[in-house]
């Protein structure tokens, strides 16, 4: 039978893109995933770095089940009371004047709509973004994705910019080391300039820059994007989607930040593995959106699902105080990431926040040359021993390793991931010394 599925799994489904496993899988319980032969793996990613909780939370299916005696769909315009409790929560949860959302599927759905408030509230359609960013696979949000997947669909929508994402150790404008002073920045608003077409609407930025290979923006560089949006009349929209709810070790980067956006956008965090996003903004950029004619129908905004599930999993990481477990998980992770990093010169770079942690391979520490071949292997030999981890391969970006386990991993499962690295890069640089000889 598991021999005639993966042949069906071949024969029958459409290859999306990215690395794909050849084992199908069967159950996911906390940070275990199973395949279908009963290999139990690691899951450092928390799904598509969405199950935040651990996969099958018991506050998650719960939830599920008590909708399945509620209601799992409704029409677009009737609102399901727990839809306003959850707008109720986020607006306790987020920044003060947050306070309007609109809760959609995905989150290149929420950044779309993001973008539309944006040129409504605005009235211009000019929409710049950071170099590595990834914000969706729509329309507009493709457009704004700088990290991979723009290649081969035709013209992009008019109107999509792009600066020097902030990255100290690898200056895309080969100016600094380590230590970032923000000229990326400046030249890129310069550069910004020159290209407008004279109707800025918005910038959009993810406060940790994680499909890019997880950089982490100086102090002070939001503030300086902020203001920079507000001269020139854009809207400053943030794409908290995998910062959002703990997983930096705040209830949101914004918070953490000192910086409020104007507009919100969440979604991997929010659905604790199912399917759930928001957009999410102040009073006055609603009013303005809505007397401009504002729509975004979808099949299923407003449903009341995952809604009663994005209720549960706020509840949980209050009760659970899993924001301070993200933080004292997040240290030991990083001190055991350090030890590693000791012990093999092929570790470049550790930086990150909280549970979120990137891992640059590199041939040569000074130089800092990227090892892509030894990202691949090293990739495939840790699920082969046990453990799932995300490589991001970009030949001007390096080969950065994304760690992201569930808020509710234990020390004992990231010894558990530690041993299967060093392994995993030990027989990964000895089989490429056999190969090269």
Known sequence: MNADLKAD???????????????????????????SDGREILDFTSGQMCA????????????IRQSCDTALHLFSGMIPEVVVRLARTLADWLPSNLTKSLFLSTGSESNEAALRLAKLATGGYEILALGGSWHGTTGGSAAATFASDRRGYGPKVPGSHVIPEPNA????????????????????????????????????????ISAGGVIVPPVGYFDQLQGAALERGMLLIFDEAQTA???????????????????????????????????????????RAHDAGFSFYTSHVSDPLPASVGVAVLQTIWQE???????????????RLRELQHCHEAIGDIRGEGLLIGVELVKDRETRQPFHAL???????????????????????????RIAPPLTVTTDEIDRAITILDQALVEGINELCRNSR
């Open 375 to 401: 990202g691949s292997v090293t990739t495939q030999r840790c699920f082969e021993l046990g453990l799932s981890m995300n490589i991001r391969r970009r030949p001007e970006r390096g080969a950065v390793w």
């Open 9 to 35: 799994a071949r024969d029958l489904l459409i290859r999306y893109g990215g690395d794909s496993f050849p084992e199908l899988f069967r159950t996911a319980k906390g940070c275990i995933v199973t395949d």
């Open 169 to 208: 150790y690898r200056c895309p404008i080969e100016h600094c080391r380590d230590v970032c002073d923000m000229s990326c920045l400046r030249v890129g608003l310069k550069m910004f300039d020159m290209a407008s077409d004279g109707a800025p609407a918005a910038v959009i930025a993810e406060p940790v």
């Open 321 to 335: 105080d899993l924001i301070a477990r993200a933080v004292d998980m997040g240290d030991y992770l990083t001190a």
């Open 52 to 63: 935040t909780l651990g996969h099958n939370h018991p506050a998650i299916t719960a939830a």
């Open 245 to 287: 709810f703990g997983r930096v070790g705040a209830t949101c980067s914004a918070t953490k930040l000192g910086v409020t956006p104007d507009v919100m956008t969440l979604s991997k965090t929010l659905g604790g593995g199912l399917p759930l996003a928001a957009t999410v903004t102040n009073p006055e950029i609603e009013e």
